[in-house]
């Protein structure tokens, strides 16, 4: 019954990606999104063999792309035995079930991919039980996909009831399972209040950023721990919470999830007891890859989903990382094609973040190679030292 789960015993599955170019979204950005979506489908476990791009007003609302491009696909994919289609958006239930027919493979939307790669990476029992929950509230409006053999039945007096009744059935259940899951999440999100109302005085500062920008690695590096960190997406899902001491300044550190531009609403919803982590805060550390060509539209993800939980005019530190892997590729004089990110060398992009985040500090870092730490230490010590005086003016305490 359930659509979790798709590909995490895939090993190297095949598949192609199909994205639509519409509204404002230039060539250089679908291309970009659909990087992003063979990373994604990497992490998942399958091997992308084939790129459809096609531009369009909007998406078609019957099949996503238009019957001319469908049947090039249907062509490809059968002359090619792929057996997975991923999309790069979310399909409405009749969308997917179009598709299906004429491709007669498995589609997977962008937000089923983002859930079966939460769904298999999901180590707690707060984690599973956002992301099952997630699963349900995406699998409900699709029920009817998974009743395909139903098609084959031709109507009439005995035909429609038995259907229907399953159907139902399934509905009832999924229902009565999500809330059980909500109820579940309660329990547990009372539980982690508990847990952050007894850690005391210490300052609260959360590590947030896009997907796979290194959060965990500098974690690793400032609390001398071992949080799980690989170059995939979504390596971490729960939050984890270290007690870090700068020179003689004890604060507590969280590494949360990555954002991901179109998460899927579900995972915002169920994943509020993670978000708690961060509207708790005090200090935000905002890390940001330097090296990744669109690193300033990933900032922008972040932001627009900060100021969704209310976050985002919290005291901020934005660490650009990464600047070991930076290309810094200088254009001739006479070279009058448009500048692009790496066109401007490090000292140059910090000045103009400098003056662009105004009352946030900057510093650039490479967390691997451990370059400009100390940097990072003092600025971090400064904005906590900061916070606790102004929170406890009379408290004696050793700075």
């Known amino acids: 019954m359930g659509q979790g789960h798709v590909l995490v015993d895939a090993v190297d599955e095949r598949c192609i990606l199909v994205g639509v170019i519409s509204g404002s979204t230039t060539e250089a950005q679908a291309e970009e999104y659909l990087d992003e979506l063979q990373f994604l489908a990497l992490t998942a476990g399958a091997i992308s063999e084939k790129r459809f791009v096609q531009k369009l007003q909007f998406p078609n609302p019957k099949t996503y792309v238009g019957s001319g491009k469908l049947e ?4 490809y994919v059968e002359s090619n035995a792929i057996d997975l289609v991923i999309i790069d958006d979310e399909l409405s239930p009749s969308q997917a079930r179009n598709i299906e027919k004429v491709l007669g493979v498995l589609i997977l939307d962008r937000n089923n991919l983002i859930l079966d790669i939460f769904a298999s990476r999901a180590r707690t029992a707060s984690a599973k039980t956002q992301v099952e929950l997630a699963q349900m509230q995406y699998l409900l409006p699709r029920l009817t996909n998974l009743w395909t053999h139903l098609d084959r039945q031709k109507g009439g007096i005995g035909m429609r009831g038995p259907g229907e009744t399953e159907i139902e059935t399934d509905r009832r259940i999924i229902q009565q399972k999500i809330a059980l899951l909500k109820a579940k999440l309660k329990t547990i999100d009372k539980q982690k209040k ?3 109302g007894n850690r005391g005085q210490l300052v609260r ?3 947030v950023g896009y997907t796979n920008v290194g959060k965990s690695t500098i974690m690793n590096m400032l609390s001398k ?13 729960d939050t984890t919470v270290r007690k870090v001491v700068i ?3 004890p604060f507590l550190l969280a590494d949360t999830v990555g954002f991901i531009r179109k998460l899927p609403h579900q995972l915002v919803d169920s994943f509020k007891s993670t978000l708690d982590e961060v509207r708790e805060s005090d200090l935000l550390v905002h890390v940001l890859d330097i090296s990744h060509a669109n690193f300033e539209d990933q900032y922008e993800v972040v932001k627009k989903t900060l100021a969704e939980i209310d976050t985002e005019d919290k005291p901020t530190v934005v660490v650009f990382n990464k600047i070991d892997a930076y290309d810094y590729v200088e254009k001739e004089e006479d070279d009058m094609t448009p500048m692009e990110s790496n066109n401007y060398s490090l000292e140059d992009l910090r000045k103009t973040w400098m003056n662009k985040l105004q009352d946030a500090n900057c510093v650039f870092i490479s967390a691997q190679n ?3 730490i100390d940097e990072l230490k003092k600025v971090i010590y400064g904005e906590v030292k900061s916070i606790f005086q102004e929170r406890y003016p009379y408290h004696h305490f050793l700075y």
């Open 72 to 75: 090039e696909i249907r062509k």
């Open 205 to 207: 500062v959360a590590l």
């Open 194 to 196: 508990v847990q952050r």
């Open 370 to 372: 451990k370059e400009n």
């Open 247 to 249: 020179e003689n300044l």
């Open 225 to 237: 721990s071992d949080v799980f960190a690989e170059n995939k997406l979504f390596a971490t899902l």
